[in-house]
């Protein structure tokens, strides 16, 4: 991931002069536990996903137009009587889609450099090794910035500070990419979601000039009528997914030269897919497993079993006579019986699968992140003499700045990205699946109903003798 640091600059003011943050170690620490061993393991789970597969692109332009052509149509003249007469002339028609960007931030508290240097005593041990990951690698650059990582997070309260900013971003943002609605935005604009896939794969495209509506763009959008997934399942997937993308193949090679797709679910709902998939695949070809068919063809257990094996190692599904790559992504929205007691019965959750395209013709990304190019800002501070300290990472993705008072530092993030969708005409969502899993997945997002959370983040400081 390409990185870069401007020259620093003035500093400012920080938001407050006393310590705010965390405490690793020292009076009150979290990890001044006389006795800890190492390593120290980590239950958090971190966001991975969707967002890390897409290229990204700097611009510094808020209101783009991308221009797709809509038809070419007769304009109603009659066919010519005689062989000179005029004959049917055409027109062409066209629309332009538009997205905004969004704004995330998120900062440190408060850092007091004389408190993070404080140990309690010889049993408070400072050189505690993490096992596990809270940042996922995949996402770096991409949802967070790439300069933070956890190589010192238990020892370094800055660390520490700049990681648990950076994990919050993540959390932002890999939810964003599927459920941000601008309308979500902040009265003053601190905030601004972006718009998520839910809100670009759909029906109902305008024309971003003129308000008119463009059905030559519209999603295909299947309402799955809140059928089961799975074992015993009762809403027929391989059909549906086989028919949507055989009409999306063919759309695309008559328009566009081709197209490459990659399918996007929970990971509730891809355990529950790959479970089943190579039986009703083979079933869609051979006819229903029951006692009129079942001469037709024979089951091999040992064959079906390596098959279902190979799809969740892979993370591919056969449909139609080609592959496709299937990502889960626990951004994607999912429902509950709290959410919709009609629906969803206690025990199974619901949430939509998404058909994505990637890129058309030889190679031209479609679906993509562009985000605001921060190197213009940091070169007008620097010719203007602005007192500000002003760093940003990640090829300008990122913005850091540092506000200081005395010994205190706070710092602050923030990112301006949106997510692109140039195709939606070949993009699909199957909404109002279910799921039963046995166990729900433990979840990143403290929302959601697979998420557990808990712990200390402060220790009592011991009593102090003779003082």
Request: hydrophobic share 40%; glycine share 10%; with cysteine.
């Amino acid at each position: 991931m390409l990185q870069q640091t401007a020259q620093p600059i003035l500093k400012h003011t920080a938001g407050a002069t006393a310590h705010a943050g965390m405490l690793l170690h020292g009076p009150g620490g979290m990890f001044n536990t006389a006795g800890l061993e190492n390593p120290f393991l980590s239950s958090v789970v971190r966001p991975v996903g969707f967002g890390s597969v897409l290229p990204a692109f700097p611009t510094v332009y808020t209101d783009p137009r991308y221009g797709i052509l809509t038809e070419i149509v007769g304009r109603g003249e009659d066919d010519p009587d005689k062989v000179c007469d005029p004959a049917p002339t055409a027109k062409m028609k066209n629309g332009t889609l538009s997205t905004a960007f969004g704004r995330v931030q998120v900062a440190t508290t408060t850092i007091d450099l004389g408190t993070i240097t404080q140990v309690l005593n010889n049993a408070d041990r400072t050189d505690l090794m993490l096992m596990g990951t809270v940042l996922d690698a995949a996402e770096s650059g991409s949802s967070f910035p790439a300069n933070v990582n956890e190589s010192n997070l238990l020892n370094n309260a800055i660390q520490a500070e700049m990681v648990s900013a950076s994990f919050l971003m993540g959390t932002k943002i890999g939810q964003m990419l599927w459920q941000g609605d601008p309308a979500n935005a902040t009265a003053g604009g601190g905030y601004i979601p972006f718009r998520g896939l839910s809100g670009l794969v759909k029906t109902g495209h305008v024309d971003s000039n003129t308000g008119n509506v463009l059905p030559p763009v519209d999603s295909v959008i299947l309402d799955g009528a809140w059928g089961t997934v799975g074992i015993g399942g009762t809403y027929d997937l391989v059909k549906k997914l086989r028919s949507t993308l055989n009409y999306l193949n063919n759309l695309a090679d008559a328009t566009l030269g081709g197209a490459t797709f990659a399918i996007a679910m929970r990971p509730e709902m891809w355990d529950a897919v790959s479970d089943v998939w190579s039986v009703l695949y083979a079933d869609e070809l051979t006819g229903a497993v029951d006692a009129s068919s079942a001469s037709r063809w024979t089951l091999n257990a040992d064959s079906l079993t390596a098959s279902r094996d190979a799809l969740r190692v892979s993370m591919q599904l056969p449909i139609g006579g080609r592959v496709y790559p299937v990502i889960a992504d626990s951004g994607i929205k999912q429902l509950s019986n709290a959410d919709d007691g009609t629906n969803i019965p206690v025990g199974s959750y619901s949430s939509s699968i998404y058909v994505l395209p990637l890129t058309i013709g030889p190679g031209m990304p479609v679906l993509y992140w562009e985000y605001l190019d921060w190197k213009v800002t940091s070169a007008l501070l620097s010719q203007s003499g602005a007192n500000e300290e002003v760093f940003w990472t990640d090829g300008a993705r990122f913005l850091w700045t540092m506000g200081r008072q005395k010994l205190c530092i706070d710092m602050q993030c923030r990112t301006e990205p949106r997510v692109v969708l140039r195709t939606p005409q070949l993009a699909a969502r199957i909404d109002d699946l279910l799921v039963a899993p046995d166990m729900l997945f433990r979840d990143p997002y403290a929302d959601n109903a697979g998420y557990v959370g808990g712990g200390e983040e402060t220790r009592v400081a011991p009593v102090k003798y003779g003082v």
